[in-house]
């Protein structure tokens, strides 16, 4: 069971450049979310999604799409990527989109823009 | 809007006991959860508490006082592997999952 998938592992980017970060989940999971971690600043939600078809924003959802075509995936866009945008980012997925159920995430991307 | 306090950094030896806190503000409220991560890892899901009081869970527990808006995760017989980061969360208008900021706990020996 491979859990939650995140490809590439490390990226770098050129301002202005644009890219697609892979999230893929083998668990059957109808919840699935993108987060960002900085340092001292936690992980902050993106974009979510509680089914195929269905996204939505979260807290800092500015520079980035999602599209939700099968359970499976949930792909993260930046379309013209900026400095501001050097982070880690998580995809993470849950059974039910609840508080008890817990999230599992990937190992992460690790992206920096000069 | 939704914001989860917690200390920055907490320093303990080992084997003894640690509590961190966590108090929020929530639109509504769905249940506090706590995670763990290691330096270069992904967070991985420790417990969560729906209802008020204690849920222990091996050397781990965790208290949620919803009247206080507050809840903490205590540590017990602190390990060296135990040094990570502890992030509590919480549902935001049900299916929005906010973070805390982290605290950093450094176990020595």
């Known amino acids: 069971n491979a859990g939650v998938t995140q490809t590439p592992k490390f990226q770098v980017l050129k301002t202005g450049q644009s890219m697609t970060l892979q999230c893929a989940q083998d668990?059957?999971?109808?919840?699935m979310s993108w987060y960002r971690q900085d340092p001292g600043m936690g992980l902050r939600l993106i974009h979510y999604s509680v089914g195929a078809g269905i996204t939505d924003q979260g807290e800092v959802p500015n520079g980035y799409n999602v599209s939700r075509s099968t359970t499976e995936d949930f792909p993260l866009r930046l379309l013209s990527a900026a400095p501001s945008q050097t982070s880690v980012y998580f995809c993470?997925?849950?059974?039910?989109?609840?508080?008890?159920?817990?999230?599992?995430f990937g190992n992460g991307t690790r992206l920096t823009v000069t | 809007g939704q914001s989860l306090e917690q200390p920055s950094e907490v320093t303990a030896v080992e084997g003894a006991i640690v509590q961190i806190n966590c108090t929020y503000q929530t639109s509504g409220f769905y249940g506090l959860s706590w995670y763990q991560q290691h330096d270069g890892g992904a967070p991985t899901f420790l417990s969560y508490?729906?209802?008020?009081g204690l849920e222990e869970t091996g050397r781990f527990s965790s208290f949620l006082s919803r009247s206080d808006s507050y809840g903490y995760l205590l540590l017990q017989e602190l390990q060296m592997k135990d040094s990570a980061s502890y992030f509590c969360a919480a549902p935001h208008n049900f299916n929005k999952f906010y973070f805390g900021s982290g605290t950093k706990l450094n176990v020595k020996p």
């Open positions: 668990m059957n999971h109808e919840y």
């Open positions: 508490n729906g209802l008020d």
């Open positions: 993470a997925s849950s059974y039910l989109p609840r508080a008890g159920s817990p999230l599992h």
